[in-house]
Structures are given as C-alpha cells and as structure tokens.
Nanobody, 123 residues
Framework: QVQLQESGPGLVKPSQTLSLTCTVSGASITTKNYYWSWIRQPPGKGLEWMGA???????YVNPSLKSRTSISRDTAENQFTLEVSPVTPEDTAVYYC???????????????WGQGTPVTVSS
C-alpha cells in the first residue's frame, strides 16, 4: 500500500520561503517509471500541477511557477520536497503530493495522493 504524507508549516509570511516535504511509505521514490508530483488547490479554484520529480531525479516544473519553484528529493529518507520562494497570498492553497506514471496527472486522477496540507500565506 503506497502512502504519501505531506508536512510543513501551515502559515507562511509573504516574501518568505514555503517548504513542504512528502514522506512516502510502501514504495521507493526511485522505482522506475514513476513520477512524484506536487499539486495544489487554492480556495474556490481547481487543481494546479506545480511540478514533479522522476524516479531518476529529473525534475519538471510548471512554466508559470518555474522562477519560484524547485523540487528535490532525499532518497535515503524516501522523501521529496517542494520549495516556493518568494510566496505571496496567491500561494494560499491546499498542497498535495501524488504519485503516478504520468508527469502531470492532475487532470486525469493521480493513482495515489497524500491527504493534503493547508498553507496560508499571510502577514
């Protein structure tokens, strides 16, 4: 059973850095042909794919977020991390990590999702 769990601060001040970690159990993040994504949903809006890291460490980032977003991983801890900097109130959303065989699975229904963690950007 693949399980994903997001962790990180629930409140971030504008202009600071948001850092979220997804801890994976039941599967290795290096298993071939799987992609590990970050997806968010702002209040009252749809899902937005932010980016993904592949089994081999390659990263893919939504062009609209590329200048502020990075994704990395810790294979020893079986975790992958999202950083967004600097944040603005428009980054307020529920953030999800997910796994799928597609780089961007947000429009199709990812195979596995974390529970999601709410993040508010406010001073």
């Amino acid at each position: 059973q693949v399980q994903l769990q997001e962790s990180g601060p629930g409140l971030v001040k504008p202009s600071q850095t948001l850092s979220l970690t997804c801890t994976v159990s039941g599967a290795s993040i290096t298993t071939k042909n799987y992609y590990w994504s970050w997806i968010r949903q702002p209040p009252g809006k749809g899902l937005e794919w932010m980016g993904a890291i592949a089994y081999n460490g390659s990263t893919y980032v939504n062009p609209s977020l590329k200048s502020r977003t990075s994704i990395s991983r810790d294979t020893a801890e079986n975790q992958f991390t999202l950083e967004v900097s600097p944040v603005t109130p428009e980054d307020t959303a529920v953030y999800y990590c997910a796994r799928d065989r597609r780089i961007d699975c947000s429009g199709y229904g990812c195979a596995y999702w974390g529970q999601g963690t709410p993040v508010t950007v406010s001073s």
